[in-house]
């Protein structure tokens, strides 16, 4: 996966739409983003809803860049540093439900 950027935006949405729904179950893999800004976390989160409206279960796997985590924190996001897709994961179900 590209940087969650606003930059890259259009594509990660046509992308990552497109892999939601195909059998239930959908793993993305952030293994390597490094930079997030607040537009990458709304399309998470956007992401993330869209996925339980079509009854898809949304994973995110792997380990974020150190400058992601440290992102995530600058931005406010999650009580604790979220380093891991698992930890995104947990954050975003505690958020989204």
Same mark, same amino acid.
């Given at each position: 996966? +590209? /940087?969650?950027?606003? #930059?890259?935006?259009?594509?990660?949405?046509? !992308?990552?739409? =497109?892999?939601?729904g195909?059998?239930?179950?959908?793993?993305?893999?952030? &293994?390597?983003?490094?930079?997030?800004?607040l537009?990458?976390?709304?399309?998470?989160v956007?992401?993330w809803?869209?996925? =339980?409206?079509? /009854?898809? &279960?949304?994973?995110? &796997?792997? &380990?974020?860049? $150190? !400058?992601f985590s440290?992102?995530?924190? +600058?931005?406010?996001?999650? !009580?604790? $540093?979220?380093?891991?897709?698992?930890?995104?994961? #947990?954050?975003?179900? +505690?958020?989204?439900?």
């Amino acid at each position: 996966m +590209r /940087d969650l950027t606003i #930059e890259n935006m259009a594509d990660l949405k046509k !992308e990552l739409l =497109a892999d939601l729904g195909h059998d239930g179950v959908c793993a993305i893999d952030i &293994t390597g983003v490094e930079n997030a800004d607040l537009a990458g976390f709304q399309f998470l989160v956007a992401l993330w809803r869209e996925a =339980a409206a079509r /009854d898809v &279960t949304l994973s995110l &796997t792997g &380990t974020f860049a $150190p !400058e992601f985590s440290a992102r995530m924190s +600058r931005l406010g996001l999650g !009580e604790e $540093p979220i380093e891991t897709g698992a930890q995104l994961t #947990e954050y975003l179900a +505690r958020l989204c439900n």
